[in-house]
């Protein structure tokens, strides 16, 4: 039935998702799919933000992200499942939608955390992602 399914996680809370991880990994073996295990590296917000970090800074921040995610991979992902890693920089639920479009996902598995007032006016990534993508998102509490 699903063939790729995006793993969004954040590498700062891993134990916000472990339900989220859990899983996506059971569905990677039930069905044979790629698992894409990405995360996101937040962009500055405002460009006058970023002026202020020295102009190597993303790249570094990227490249960092990319060892600590191949890291969490090797540790909490069986060998047997097929894996992609994938490191984007920008808005969150952005680059979400934008990955699993550019990596054919069928499905987007994650988590959401409780909400609390600012998401109500907002939105959280996880009510972004479910509203705008294209693909099924299944939302992991």
């Known amino acids: 039935m699903y063939k790729s399914i995006l793993l969004p996680i954040d590498l700062e809370d891993p134990a916000s998702m472990a ?3 859990t ?11 790629k698992l894409q295990v ?6 500055f917000g405002m460009s006058v933000v970023g002026s202020f ?3 190597d800074f993303a790249d570094k921040a990227i490249a960092e992200t990319n060892t600590r995610l191949h890291s969490f991979v090797s540790q909490n992902v069986p060998e047997s ?3 992609r890693h994938v490191v984007s920089h920008g808005r969150i639920y952005e680059e979400i939608i934008s990955q699993a479009n550019e990596l054919n996902a069928d499905l987007i598995v994650m988590t959401a955390h409780n909400p609390d007032v600012s998401d109500y006016l907002l939105g959280s990534n996880a009510a972004r992602v479910a509203r705008h993508a ?3 998102v299944l939302i992991v509490r």
Do not use: I, N, R
Not at 23 to 33: I, L, N
Not at 38 to 43: F, H, N, Y
């Open 38 to 43: 990405m995360t996101v590296v937040p962009d």
């Open 134 to 136: 294209k693909q099924s």
């Open 19 to 21: 339900h989220a991880l």
């Open 81 to 83: 499942v097929d894996v």
């Open 23 to 33: 899983t996506a990994v059971e569905y990677a073996q039930a069905f044979g799919a």
């Open 53 to 55: 970090f020295p102009d």
